[in-house]
């Protein structure tokens, strides 16, 4: 079992920056593809980006790409998540979570959380206007 703790969020004004880490420890996470999510009160994970098991393959949200950016050290075990130009809506619980094959599954969006097993405890990203 893979343990998953992230980190880095925090209350930032719109147009803001943050980068949130997410560090693995018990089952190794390099050969597994890994993935961003983020979630608000009684609404279900939304997926925000994934990245394959080298890293050379990404996938983001349309509500995030060309402003998320996600990457990896396999060397750390850390999957980091950069957020940028940051809107109110973008304030959530972020969360990463660890996939069982080498890359992300071809399914729509909506239907990735379901693919991914261990999850993190989540870090609040919070936005001001």
């Known amino acids: 079992q893979v343990q998953l703790v992230e980190s880095g969020g925090g209350l930032v004004q719109a147009g803001g920056s943050l980068r949130l880490s997410c560090a693995a420890s018990?089952?190794?996470?390099?050969?597994?593809?890994m993935a961003w999510f983020r979630q608000v009160p009684e609404k279900e994970g939304e997926f925000v980006a994934g990245i394959s098991w080298s890293g050379g393959h990404t996938r983001y949200a349309d509500s995030v790409k060309g402003r998320f950016t996600i990457s990896r050290d396999n060397s750390k075990s850390t999957v980091y998540l950069e957020l940028n130009s940051l809107q109110p809506e973008d304030t959530a619980l972020y969360f990463c979570?660890?996939?069982?094959?080498?890359?992300?599954?071809?399914?729509?969006?909506?239907?990735?959380?379901?693919?991914?097993?261990?999850r993190g405890q989540g870090t609040q990203v919070t936005v001001s206007s």
């Open positions: 979570a660890a996939g069982s094959g080498r890359y992300l599954p071809l399914v729509p969006p909506s239907a990735l959380l379901a693919q991914f097993g261990s």
């Open positions: 018990g089952r190794p996470i390099t050969t597994v593809a």
